[in-house]
Every structure is written in C-alpha cells, then in structure tokens.
C-alpha cells in the first residue's frame, strides 16, 4: 500500500502504536529504578514521545533527557563516526537508563552511546530500538527491547528521514521509485 508521498507502508500506525504499548510492559516488567530516558536525537522523537507516554501507562514515571548524535551526515551512508552533538544534561551516576533509537543497524551508534554512559557510571545501561535492521553488526551491541526486525532497506517516516524530509509520517516505509507504468501501446 502506498501512502501519501509515494512512501510504500512497512509498519503502518496502528501495528506501532499496538508495538508501543507492548514494548512499555516489557520495559516496566524489567522493574527499573529512578529509571532515565534517554532519547537518541533526532530520529527517535515521534517514537520516544510515544513510548514514553506508553511507559506512564504501564505505570513507570520516567524522567527524560535528550542525546543528540550524528552517525548519518547527508544521504544515506554512514560515516562510521558518531559525534555528540548536544549532550544529556543529567547526572546519570547509579541511575537506570533506558536509550531509545530509532534504528540498530551497524551497531555503531546504540555501543557508543551505551558505552558513553555506561562510563558515567550509570547502574545500568538499557535500549530500545523501533526497528533492528537484518544485517551483520560491525559493532557487538544488543537492544534489549526491539519493536520490529526491520528488512535491509533505507525507512523512512515516524520520525526518520532522508535529508530531513518525510519525518513527519505517522508510519515507517520506504520511499517508492517513480516506476513509470510501461507503454504498452508504443504511443508517441
Ligand atoms: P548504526 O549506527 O549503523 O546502528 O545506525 C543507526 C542510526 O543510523 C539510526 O539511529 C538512524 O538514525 C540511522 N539509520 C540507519 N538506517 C536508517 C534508515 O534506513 N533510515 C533512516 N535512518 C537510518
Ligand atoms: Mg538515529
């Protein structure tokens, strides 16, 4: 099915919204204390605004800080690199963490931020991911909360994008090419 901007649906709003709330008893049933949400900026926006208001229905009362990295400059090929670009503003020292991302692909961003906090002395590290991309890791890491495995290709929408445009869907897809119908009757 084609959405609105040729995207194709992969994962429409209500499957997320279902995943969402599901995902929030597994976090509350892993029974965090002074738990932290740490929100990787910018692709998990819309997923973390979500999450977490499904984590207050499941009866947590998370506090929420943001992390804004960069892994992805222009296009869709990663650097490989993963810079900090604003920081968490908390003291993370003995607390229970909770990353949200929007994507575990190489691996690369989910280790280094759960490695950044992690040395600040924060009791435990967790993460949860949208979408965990079927592909080899180049960096050991795990979620371990994940909504959906997501097929190797390039999504787009609720809240993640290529070059800034298509985050404002409320649903992951994937872009469709302009495929144009053949020319059956060899007109002019
Ligand atoms: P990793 O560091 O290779 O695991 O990549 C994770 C980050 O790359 C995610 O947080 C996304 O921001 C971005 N990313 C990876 N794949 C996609 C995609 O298919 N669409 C949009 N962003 C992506
Ligand atoms: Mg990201």
């Known amino acids: 099915m084609l959405g609105p901007s040729r995207v194709r649906i992969l994962f429409d709003e ?14 509350a049933a892993a029974g965090p ?24 229905r499941a009866g947590l009362a998370p506090q929420v800080e943001f992390l804004h990295l960069s892994s992805y400059r222009a296009g869709t090929v990663s650097s490989g690199q993963v810079a900090i ?20 692909e ?22 949860a991911v949208l979408l965990e991309k079927r592909v080899p890791r180049q960096v050991e890491v795990r979620a371990d909360f994940v909504g959906f495995a997501c097929p190797d290709v390039f999504v787009v929408g609720y809240g993640m994008d290529v070059g800034h445009s298509y985050r404002q869907l409320p649903f992951v897809g994937v872009v469709a090419h302009d495929d144009p119908e053949p020319d059956l009757f060899g007109g002019t």
């Open 85 to 104: 670009l604003r920081d968490v503003e908390s003291e993370v020292r003995g607390r229970d963490l909770l990353l949200v991302d929007d994507i575990l």
């Open 33 to 56: 204390k002074d738990l932290l949400v740490v929100a990787v900026l910018k692709g998990s926006f819309m997923f973390a605004a979500d999450l977490i208001r499904a984590l207050h």
């Open 14 to 27: 209500s499957a997320i919204a279902q995943r969402n709330e599901e995902m929030a008893r597994e976090i």
């Open 106 to 127: 190489s691996g690369r961003t989910l280790a280094f931020a759960k490695d950044l906090l992690a040395a600040r002395g924060a009791r435990q590290v967790l993460a």
